[in-house]
């Protein structure tokens, strides 16, 4: 079974940069992707982008392109998701999961979530 | 991008009742790409089913999907207290979107 282990709670400031990960398995098949899904308190899921575990091509959701950046290091089969200048309303839980085109992009395994909270 | 809307927002049934959650999109989405999520309270979200009906790795039968087009339904056949959960409704077509949940109370 496939275990997606993310970084822990973080607490930041407004305007500060920040950097989370989300630990698989080195899965290479392009078959494959990981995503990450905000989730802001009380609120409904949102996929915000998703990176091929084989080829590293990113895509994102327009309501976020621009906003943050995905990567990976298929080194370490870990993905990372990073804001270059947080805002209080990026206070949110941030699930990654694992995707496979043959689920037809659903998401089959999730990590346990990095809480983010930015406050001044 | 398509929009998904799911009904009812809160559904309250008795354990041992069926449950039929609706999930409605803005346009036609290709039936492969028709998933269903369960979320409980303070945990990650847990994929139900994919392409309309394929139930994922240990899902019980008692949760079934149909539909077509723009027009997707869940079904929990006697439910059990455990049920309780948001729903969420997903479909790729440019992207992935989700729809705004069903809340599921069981009394």
């Known amino acids: 079974e496939v275990q997606l282990v993310q970084s822990g709670a973080e607490v930041k400031k407004p305007g500060e940069s920040l950097k989370i990960s989300c630990k698989g398995s080195?899965?290479?098949?392009?078959?494959?992707?990981i995503g990450w899904v905000r989730q802001m308190p009380g609120k409904g899921l949102e996929w915000m982008g998703i990176?091929?575990?084989?080829?590293?091509?990113?895509r994102y959701s327009p309501s976020f392109q621009g906003q943050v950046t995905i990567s990976a290091d298929k080194s370490t089969g870990t993905a990372y998701l990073q804001w270059s200048s947080l805002k209080a309303s990026d206070t949110a839980m941030y699930y990654c999961?694992?995707?496979?085109?043959?689920?037809?992009?659903?998401?089959?395994?999730w990590g346990q979530g990095t809480l983010v909270t930015v406050s001044s | 991008d398509i929009v998904l809307t799911q009904s009812p927002g809160t559904l309250s049934l008795s354990p041992g009742e069926r449950a039929t959650l609706s999930c409605r999109a803005s346009q036609s989405v290709i039936s492969t790409y028709l998933a269903w999520y369960q979320q409980k309270p303070g945990q990650a979200p847990r994929l139900l089913l994919y392409g309309v009906s394929s139930r994922a790795t240990g899902i019980p039968d008692r949760f079934s999907g149909s539909g077509s087009g723009t027009d997707f339904t869940l079904t929990i056949s006697r439910l059990e207290a455990e049920d309780s959960a948001v729903y969420y409704c997903q479909q790729y077509g440019s992207f992935i979107t989700l729809g705004q949940g069903t809340r599921l109370e069981i009394k």
């Open positions: 999961a694992r995707g496979a085109t043959h689920l037809g992009y659903a998401g089959d395994f």
């Open positions: 080195r899965d290479s098949s392009i078959n494959y992707w």
């Open positions: 990176i091929n575990s084989g080829d590293s091509a990113t």
